[in-house]
């Protein structure tokens, strides 16, 4: 099987530059993204091409090698999930009554998928405002002197563009916390499982 084009699949020349490439990778991911119903796959493959090519160093060695390596894990990475595990197991723990009569693992499930469902919603609503800003951005035109507000309207878009990046990776964050989960399970004691318990 063919390796993938980096290029092609952000459709732009081989020679663009980091804004071509942010510009491309910000149209296609709302149609790419799971949540607009796209595919996961095409769109991990969207992330990788825009996450490599956004990198000078990891770029030079695609143009290089041809290779694309999955980014693997560091030490601090994994330090994240940890901590974001023992963050929601507390949450959890806070809330719950008596873990021998709740799933304490598919409580943790459910506040993860709320978290990536929350970052979903946060994420739409930002990269609307980033895309009036683009528009925006083209009319706006200085009677006299510098363009200060063209360039305030650049640089709140460039952080409303990396807001939006962080959401995503705390998006892949909780996505990870999930993949962590399959690995348990939680016995529930066979006396509460056919006790109903109120609210």
Do not use: C, W
Request: proline letters at 5%.
């Amino acid at each position: 099987m063919a390796k993938p084009d980096l290029y092609e699949i952000l459709g732009i020349a081989r020679n663009a530059d980091t804004a071509s490439i942010k510009a491309a990778y910000r149209k296609l991911a709302k149609i790419r993204h799971p949540d607009a119903g796209g595919d996961p796959e095409a769109f991990r493959l969207l992330k990788l091409a825009h996450d490599i090519l956004s990198d000078p160093a990891r770029r030079a060695l695609y143009d290089e090698t041809g290779q694309a390596p999955e980014p693997v894990n560091t030490p601090d990475e994994d330090h994240r999930l940890n901590q974001a595990v023992s963050d929601l197991f507390f949450g959890v723990m806070l809330k719950v009554k008596n873990p021998q009569n709740e799933d304490v693992v598919l409580l943790m499930r459910a506040a993860a998928n709320d978290r990536i469902r929350y970052f979903s919603g946060q994420i739409s609503v930002l990269r609307e405002v980033v895309d009036k800003i683009d528009l925006a951005i083209s009319q706006i035109h200085a009677v006299a002197g510098d363009n200060r507000l063209k360039e305030v309207a650049i640089a709140r878009r460039d952080y409303l563009s990396k807001a939006i990046d962080n959401m995503i990776s705390e998006q892949n964050l909780y996505a990870g916390i999930l993949h962590f989960l399959d690995g348990y399970t939680f016995d529930v004691k066979e006396y509460f499982k056919y006790v109903s318990i109120d609210p």
